[in-house]
């Protein structure tokens, strides 16, 4: 197999929330599929029912479930296996608030869910306004019955900590951790390949209404999935300069995924070198990337998937561009910022390393 940087087709996902950010303040191209307001773009994703497709090449047609099934290691790195890829990526537009809710952890979506993991994510603020905000985690000393009359009433700010959102943040937002965003936000989203949400709101993504009964039902799932011990907060990450003309940012890192934004000059050339499997979106300008005999132009607001056999990526400036991995956290993230200077209270505070 003479493997080459994947581009994938994209699930693009309309919620009630969503705008034309993706598009106008991105900068992604639409084509004649787009519709008039996005919410999200499911950039690399297994997820059942949206898996995506490889569109160009030799794969072409192959989705990414039945890579990660025919080639574990070529395509995620060494002693990767299972029957999905382990990362979703996407970009998200908050021009309305999305709901208040909640994804389950590891144990907890393997006990009361019966899925294979939960869904810890991170967000990477790309544009937001003065004064954007967040809501992630609760406030101290807040108990059950407290919680879940809040919920109900929607009363989100006695219970849930508000947070200040600026571009070029991260917050890392553990699996059990009440969340929403919004309005005004731009993010890029990395989290474990998984669908599993619980929401508070009476209206449903596409805005029709909740029944009553379900709604009970999901609130008393939120409570029982909630984990009271979650208070994230928002960090600008590590910086690591690789030459004078090229920055590289570690922005969050845990187990289930690792984030870092590169920029590189104009006429700089950067290359990344890697063990698995890389996501790479583009959040500047074109930018032409390099990778195995590759050598093409990569859009605003679209993506590669890098299989792990490659091995490495060179990318030219001006270049503005985000790398998503799962990673081994000592050879990928904690030795690069020791060498950095950093010491282990600062690296630990980019997520859960």
């Not at 989705?63 to 299972?82: H, I, K, N, T, Y």
């Not at 571009?167 to 919004?182: A, D, K, N, W």
């Not at 104009?266 to 063990?275: L, Q, Y």
Request: hydrophobic residues 40%.
């Amino acid at each position: 197999m003479d493997w080459y940087p994947l581009r994938l087709s994209t699930p693009i996902m309309t919620h009630v929330f969503g705008g034309t950010a993706i598009t106008d303040r991105l900068g992604r191209p639409p084509d004649e599929s787009t519709p008039p307001r996005i919410a999200e773009t499911w950039e690399v994703s297994d997820v059942d029912g949206r898996v995506g497709e490889v569109t160009e090449g030799p794969l072409a047609g192959r989705s990414l479930r039945s890579l990660a099934e025919d080639f574990p290691v070529e395509l995620m790195g060494p002693g990767r296996q299972g029957a999905r890829f382990p990362v979703l990526t996407k970009f998200i537009d908050a021009t309305d608030p999305l709901p208040v809710h909640l994804h389950a952890d590891d144990e907890t979506a393997r006990r009361i869910e019966q899925e294979p993991n939960g869904k810890t994510e991170a967000w990477h603020i790309i544009d937001a306004p003065p004064g954007a905000t967040a809501l992630a985690g609760t406030k101290p000393d807040v108990d059950a019955d407290t919680l879940r009359d809040a919920l109900r009433r929607e009363d989100f700010d006695a219970v849930l900590r508000r947070l200040p959102v600026r571009p070029g943040e991260t917050l890392y937002v553990p699996g059990g951790t009440i969340h929403s965003f919004g309005s005004d936000t731009l993010v890029y989203e990395i989290e474990q390949t998984s669908d599993i949400q619980q929401s508070a709101m009476d209206w449903h993504l596409d805005g029709s209404p909740v029944a009553r009964d379900e709604r009970e039902r999901a609130l008393d799932l939120m409570v029982a999935e909630w984990e009271p011990e979650h208070r994230p907060d928002f960090h600008p990450g590590l910086s690591v300069r690789m030459a004078d003309d090229v920055e590289r940012v570690f922005c969050t890192a845990g187990p289930h995924f690792v984030l870092e934004r590169w920029r590189a000059a104009a006429g700089a050339t950067a290359r990344h070198t890697f063990r698995a499997a890389v996501v790479l979106s583009n959040v500047g300008a074109p930018v032409r990337i390099a990778s195995g005999g590759w050598d093409g132009v990569l859009e605003p607001g679209r993506s590669l998937l890098l299989p792990a056999a490659l091995g490495s990526v060179d990318f030219t400036g001006p270049a503005d561009v985000l790398l998503g991995y799962k990673p081994d956290l000592e050879t990928d993230v904690r030795a690069p910022l020791a060498a950095a200077g950093y010491a282990p209270e600062a690296v630990s505070a980019l997520g859960d390393v």
